[in-house]
Structures are given as C-alpha cells and as structure tokens.
C-alpha cells in the first residue's frame, strides 16, 4: 500500500465533533492509512512462542486467522472474567454516563465516537453481553449485545491499537473503571491470535532474547556508553569511568535502552554518567539485563512477568544491595503496579538507603528500587550537588508528567522540585493538563511507530495544544519528562503542532546545571550549543 500523506496542522485541527446520525454498531469499520501500526511479524512472534506466528497485512481482508479463532477468543474472554474480577466487575458496572467521554485525548484529536473510552469498551462489552448474560442472549442489540463477527474482530484490534492505557479516563470515571485494563484484555485476546503489531512485538522478542528493546548486544551497550564517555570528557574535562556487570557494588542501575540510541534520550543518559561519577557511586550497569522498559507489558501479563523477572536475576547474580532506575514510564507502572502480585518482596536485596545522605526510601522497601528523580531530588534537598542553574538560562521549560509516573505512581513534585533547582525559567501548563489530569503524549503503549503518524499526531494534539498555550504565553522553548517513550514521541509531535519547542530528560538539565570537581571552564551543554554565560543566544 502506498504511503499517504498526513494532512498539515492547520487541516489536522479541523475536528469535527458532530455525532453520527447511525447506531454505532451499525458503523463499520475503517481501516484507514496512517492510523495503525505495521501488523506482527512472523519471525517476532516465535522467538516469545506467541500463537498464529506468521506475516500478515492489516490492509489486506485475508487475517490469516485460525479456523476457530471465534472459538478461541470467547473462551479467551471466559479464562479472564475467572481470573480477573476487575475484568467482570468492569463488564457490569458501566452505565454510560459518559463522564470519560471527553477525557480521551484520540477522541479529543479525531472526533471518533469509538475512541470515547465508554464506547470503545462497548466494542468489547456488547460480545461479553452477547455470550455471557441472560439478557444479552435473549435480547440482542436491544440489551446492547452483538454478534462477534470478523467485522467485529477487526473493529477491536483497530481501536485497542488507538488507546495508549493511560488512565486519564479513569480518574473521571464515578466507579472508577479502569479502562486501561479493559485495552489490556482487548489486546490480550488479540494477542491469542497472533493479532499483534510489530512495533510490540519486534522489542518484546529482542527483550527475550537479547536483554533490551533494541537488540543491542553487550558489546554495543558498552561501545556506546564509551562514546558517551568521550563527550562528556570533551565537555567538561572530567573522565567518568562507569563499570559493567561488576559483581559486588551496592546499586545496580537500570535504564530504558532508548537512552542508549537517540537524540535527545542519548544526553539523559549523560547525565547519568555525570551524576553518578560526581558522587563516586558505588554501581554498575548490566549489559544483559539492559531494559528497564517492559512492552510485553502490551502483549499480555504473562509476558510482562518473563520480561520484568531478567531485572532480579541480574540483581541476584550480581548480588547488588538494591536497585536504581532511570527516566521511564511503563518501567515504573509496571514495578510498582504488577511487580508485587507477580513476585512478592525481593528479600535477598535490601531496603534502599541514599548511600550519599543516608535517607531510606521506605517507598521502595518491597520493590527494593529507587527512581531516580527521587534519588536526585533528595540530593539537592540536602545540599549534595553543586548546581549553577544559569546554564540553562536559554531554556523555557515546562514538564510533561508522564502518564505512568503521574497517574501510575504518584511522582509529581519530585521532578519540579529537580527542575526548579537546575533552571531559572519554568512555567507549569494549564491545571487541568498535568499532574493525576496529565495528557498522555499520544504514542505510549507501543504506539511510536512510523506509519502511524496521523494517529499519533491526534493523540498528541491536547498535550500538544497545552504546550502551545505556554510557548505563547510565557516563551517556554524546552518540554521536560522523565520517560524514554516521551522522549521519542513527544519530538516529532512539538515540531508538528508547536515549532520551536524541544524535548529533554530531566537529567539532561541536571547534568547542565552540575558543577563538577575537577571540570575545566565549560563552554557548551551536553548539546553542544553554547552556554549563556559565553555568549550563547539566548531564547528567553
């Protein structure tokens, strides 16, 4: 199929919000170019041993599905009603009031009926009624129940694949539904018939096999890091000197392995390295176990457990004291959501204890892992590092909280009390665009691909529209985050509704701002682009 073109900003925004005049389930479905992702691969889905391992075309008719795929499924949805009581409670509980309705940022950016979470859990819930209640079965469509068709089928995996879990709609809901979860089991099902898309799948196999997302080998993980090693040297004058699968340190540092590959989660990682050697931390870094990301996450919780469970390994043969955890989000969803109901406490770690200022993170007492914006924040509150915040005087910021870091996990202020210490110029977005209301930025979930680019463009346009409204207002030029996902997204979605503003990590504005021992006068940022101070332009 040819590639098409996105419309321009200007016509992107021209959302129309009118409802259609036809019964929803009397709409089929339309699987239109640019609005989903490239279906799996063959060769991805044996490596994990998924179901109906084989190449196939969203575009095409022919799925290539089992013969008793209808079978499959219903049985599928059976196994989870057992196993889940939140799945069945949230098939029974719903009564459409449409609180969520407006909630959903891919409603907000296309219009859709069917991306409003209470209908796109209809999609779902009209089978359940149909095959699993009384009235369904005897009433039909009148009860709200359908027939699960092909058609039906497709509609599902077009519109699971437009939901990037993040629970903004939940927060609104008045019995709180969560309707991440109901995606969760959307996809799951998918997933049982090999109906998975490569931009999950493909990582998730390299995860297996190789330790990360990216398939990196060891040798490349340390070759990079070297790379990193030089610039920062080149910079400052410092040599940082990190090590790699040292049995015996006190921290095992884990990080998304999108750190490693691109710009601008390549001087996140920087700051890491700047940081870490500035206080003489006592860790390492695991070239095995190099993936603090988790999209089997997106496939099933089956698969998420086999990949979260490589971390502890590592940690055991190691024999680290605890762990600490870079800039990610579904990282941090998945540890302190999943991590206790799949393992319980990890005893043979200890209870986290700042090496540097001696406070014990009682928070991370079960998971045994520290974030690292808490680690930091807790540095500066104690007065451990020297900063001089003017160095990012050419920078506007403002702070994107993550979905799974937000909502997830309940870091709010840990980040902006980071960022308030390392920069002069900071400005929040509207109240009701951050913190536990946070926009999502339109491709988590396994949602940043390529050929899905109008979809994420949409999904991106309410956070995209809050940062338009403090570039304008207030000049901000940089969007700040503590997620590698955001990081690879939210790029391509500021220079498509909000030139001019660009992304960094929070460590990134950290390692500027740090004043290192033994440093020779610096000149530029991690960047490369001058400083302030020596004459460099300033945006402000």
């Not at 095959?131 to 469509?141: A, C, E, L, N, P």
């Not at 991590?339 to 406070?359: K, R």
Request: proline share 5%.
């Amino acid at each position: 199929m040819a590639k098409t073109k996105i419309p321009n900003p200007d016509e992107l925004g021209k959302i129309d919000y009118t409802p259609p005049k036809k019964h929803w389930m009397d709409i089929p479905v339309e699987i239109k170019p640019d609005m989903y992702c490239h279906g799996a691969k063959a060769k991805s889905l044996k490596v994990v041993d998924f179901p109906n391992a084989r190449d196939w075309t969203p575009a095409e008719a022919d799925w290539k599905l089992p013969e008793d795929w209808k079978k499959i499924v219903l049985e599928g949805i059976s196994e989870r009603l057992k196993k889940y009581r939140t799945f069945h409670v949230f098939m029974d509980i719903c009564v459409r009031c449409g609180a969520c309705a407006d909630k959903c940022h891919f409603f907000l950016g296309s219009g859709d009926p069917k991306n409003m979470p209470v209908l796109r859990a209809e999609l779902l819930r009209s089978v359940y009624r149909k095959y699993f209640t009384t009235g369904g079965k005897i009433f039909g469509k009148t009860a709200g129940a359908r027939e699960l068709t092909l058609d039906v089928l497709k509609e599902w995996w077009y519109y699971f694949y437009q939901c990037t879990e993040c629970r903004r709609c939940s927060l609104f809901c008045p019995y709180g539904i969560d309707q991440a979860e109901i995606t969760i089991i959307g996809r799951e099902l998918m997933n049982l018939l090999g109906l998975n898309i490569e931009w999950i799948a493909g990582p998730t196999a390299n995860c297996y096999m190789k330790g990360n997302h990216l398939g990196l080998e060891p040798h490349t993980i340390k070759s990079t890091i070297d790379f990193f090693v030089n610039d920062i040297e080149d910079i400052t004058g410092v040599k940082v000197e990190p090590t790699f699968n040292r049995k015996g340190a006190e921290i095992l540092f884990i990080t998304p392995s999108g750190d490693l590959f691109a710009d601008p989660g390549i001087y996140t990682a920087m700051g890491y390295l700047m940081l870490f050697h500035e206080l003489g931390l006592d860790y390492t870094w695991s070239t095995y176990a190099s993936e603090g990301g988790n999209f089997g996450f997106f496939t099933s919780n089956e698969m998420a457990k086999r990949l979260h469970s490589k971390i502890y390994a590592e940690a055991k043969r190691l024999g680290v004291k605890w762990i600490l955890g870079g800039e990610c989000g579904h990282m941090w969803r998945v540890w302190h959501q999943y991590h206790n109901t799949w393992f319980g406490p990890m005893d043979f770690l200890e209870e986290p204890v700042s090496p540097i200022t001696g406070t014990k993170f009682a928070n991370a007492k079960s998971t045994k892992v520290v974030h690292l914006v808490e680690f930091t924040a807790d540095l500066i509150k104690h007065g451990k590092l020297k900063l001089d915040p003017s160095r990012n005087d050419n920078l506007v910021v403002t702070f994107h909280d993550s979905c799974n870091t937000s909502r997830g996990m309940g870091f709010f202020e840990e980040p902006r009390y980071v960022i308030k210490n390392v920069c002069n110029h900071f400005h929040e977005m509207p109240d009701d665009t951050i913190r536990e209301r946070t926009f999502c930025c339109g491709s988590g979930s396994g949602l940043n691909a390529s050929e899905n680019m109008e979809l994420r463009m949409r999904g991106g346009f309410p956070r995209a529209n809050a940062v338009k409204f403090v570039h304008e207002k207030h000049g901000v030029n940089m969007l700040a985050n503590i997620c590698a996902i955001d990081r690879a997204a939210l790029p391509p979605l500021m220079d498509y509704w909000v030139p001019g503003v660009r992304v960094t990590g929070t460590h990134e504005l950290v390692a500027n701002a740090l004043v290192m021992k033994g440093e020779k006068e610096r000149t530029v940022n991690l960047r490369n682009e001058p400083l302030p101070e020596k004459g460099g332009d300033s945006d402000v």
